[in-house]
């Protein structure tokens, strides 16, 4: 059976963002990016992960993990 967090990151949306740094994904869960993302729009709002999840912020590439940022 396939993990939980492997199936989400299935559904991550990252790599089609205008901001995509280029590493990786999943960064609502995994936290920024080591690369620096330049802001060039935020495609969060739009991932399936963000809605289930009940998400608020955007820029997760650039400022951390849901778990960091949503308090």
């Given amino acids: 059976m396939a993990r ?9 949306i990252c ?3 205008p901001s995509f740094p280029g590493d990786g994904g999943f960064y609502c869960a995994k936290g920024e990016s080591a ?14 992960i963000f809605k289930e999840f ?8 650039a400022d951390g993990s849901a778990e960091q940022i949503e308090a």
């Avoid at 009940?54 to 590439?61: N, Q």
């Fill in 4 to 12: 939980v967090a492997d199936i989400n990151m299935e559904r991550c």
């Fill in 15 to 17: 790599g089609t963002c």
């Fill in 35 to 48: 690369e620096a993302p330049e802001r060039k729009g935020c495609d969060c709002g739009e991932c399936p």
């Fill in 54 to 61: 009940l998400l608020s912020k955007g820029y997760y590439c």
